[in-house]
């Protein structure tokens, strides 16, 4: 076969797309905007520091396992993905700490022991959540949904049969609340709508499908660090022969026809059959489609982006055994916490704080008698307000809500420094506003608002990635290339 296809990026989505069109025998080119490969999943070494500067923590590893399956690999022979014996600790403004332990009876333990609830509601909670995933996991995860002849088929009608039982008419608060009592409980099980960078008070239920996928499936790190993956993929993709043009930012798409082509920033034109964008959605229709009149076009304009974040890599003098890997410090106020974000496009006044330290089970990411901190929150997205004083004012309010909940005075213990905020996510993967998961799903028909990985308008044109069906997110990424490329196994038979 000599089918040419351009994959415009190369984040998890482009490269893993790649590889599996080059698999079914197309001639793939990869164009990359930057020096390095790999978008949001990145890595950063200053001072004898090593950070991961997105993505930290990855849930649904079978999806990387059944990836590396249609390569006709065994995924142990490159990575090595480790279960987390905590997934989070979670810190209150009152003194009490709760660890989500991965082994679900232990977490159960832990919640009773700590806070109101009793065992039986987290019991049926794991009961619903696991339902939810059940009924739409095939449907709206594993597979495109882009006719609703797709959906006429068993799996699907026993998913219309049982809606209500995936709960897509209340919040994701609402129902937490209908099955707990303890506002603690409420609050770590809201959490999980930050997981596609929306909010709890406005996403449907239907999220309530996370819990299952993290306690029920497991919360994985990588040994040597996220950055790791897209390692392992850059030299699949050399093994493979795939062409791989870095710093090669397109700034054109045009497709006549049969006929598609991409011109660089440098006005040189390549010719394809087939064009997959890695890019934000938006990006690729509006600036190098200049399409903003289409019905696509406009539907994914419309849509609300996710929330972004503002991220400091401190190099940290000390160890803390207080901190585990992955730490929440919670705000007291979580309504107002999204309320600021979402309504008021602002960053709260008393953000919940995440920690991610991978020298814990890494010890070569610090100097000895160091941590490695990625400390984040979240924050609106990009519309033009002043970072640098943003990261000033934040970063002395981080540092005493760290003292006032885990005791941990920071003053003269940061030796290094590099900040990530809005601007910077956006600049660096032309994410629209450097939102982090693409689209918020805010609404009950965000699911169905998302771009579908093949264009309507452009048949030859395709969608991988976080801004486009399934979703944001490793596991979601990864699907939507397993999509697309069943897609062009489905067009040769
Ligand atoms: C701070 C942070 C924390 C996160 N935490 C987690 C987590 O814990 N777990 C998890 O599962 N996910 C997490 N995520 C989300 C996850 O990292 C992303 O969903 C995923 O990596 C997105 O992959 P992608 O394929 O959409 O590509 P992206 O990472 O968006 O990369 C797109 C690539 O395309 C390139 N590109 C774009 N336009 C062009 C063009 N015109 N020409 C050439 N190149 C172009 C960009 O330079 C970039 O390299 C996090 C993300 C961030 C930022």
Redesign the pocket.
Known sequence: MNKKVAV???????LAVALLLKKQGYEVTI????AQ?????NNLSIDGFRFD???????MPFVIDNFFKLLNLNINDYIEIKKLDIITKYFFQDGITINAYSNLENFIDEIANKTNQDKHSIQKYFDYSKRIYDLTSDLFIFNDFTSISKLINKRGLKTLINIKDIDPFRTIHQANSSFFSDTKVIQIFDRYATYNGSNPYKAPATLNIIPYVEYFLGGFYIQTGMYSLIQVLEKLCNQYDINIFTN????NISIKNNHSCVTTTTNDNFSFDYIIS???VN?TFRS?LNDSNSTESIRNYKNQASSS?L?YYWGIKGNYPTLDTHNILFSDDYHNEFSQIFDKKQISDDPTIYIYISSKFNTNDAPIGHENWFV?INTPENLGQNWDEIIIKYRSLIINKISNLTGIDLKDKIITEHT?TPLS?ER????RYGS??GISSNSKSAAFLRQKNRSKKYPNLFF????VHPG????L?LSSAMIVSKMFEEMND
Request: glycine fraction near 22%.
């Open positions: 415009i990026g190369a984040g998890l989505g482009g164009f990359e905007k930057n490969l790999g978008g949001k999943i500067t997105g993505a930290s923590l990855i849930t090669t930012e397109i700034k890695n890019s934000d990006h190098l974040a991220v984040m990530l996510i660096n993967t032309l994410s982090i998961y991988v990635g976080g801004s944001g997110g490793i596991p990424v």
